[in-house]
Each structure stands twice: as structure tokens, then as C-alpha cells.
């Protein structure tokens, strides 16, 4: 069950499609978009302020270890 909402959320994030446009072949879109939010909403959002405050470029930043 986790391995099909993991694979529902890269598929989106991948792909670029809108969260409610999730064929109907993985989990609802509500569920693989409460477990995105939890997971990787929080880390997104601290790792752009430490961007900020250390004047560093996002884009050359590593996700941090919990996310691997």
C-alpha cells in the first residue's frame, strides 16, 4: 500500500499533472496528496529557509538525507 502511494506521488511530481488528474489505478488523490503533504511539505518549506537565510541557491542544495 505505501509502494503504490509512493508511486502515485512521483508519477504526479514527474509527470507534472494536476493531483485530482491521478488515473484511477493508484490510491485516491486525496490520500497520495495528504501523505506528500506530510512528508515532504515540512522538509520542502525548512529547506527553503535555510536557503534564505544562507543566501544559497536552492537548486544546488542535496534534499536532506531523510528523503533518500
Known sequence: AVMALLDAIFYVVTGGIAWAALPHDFPP?????????RLWLPVD???????????????????????V
Open 29 to 37: 488523490h486525496k490520500t497520495v496528496y495528504g501523505l506528500f503533504a
Open 45 to 67: 518549506v525548512a529547506s527553503a529557509s535555510v536557503c534564505r537565510v544562507f543566501d544559497l541557491d536552492r537548486a544546488t542544495v542535496d534534499p536532506p538525507a531523510r528523503l
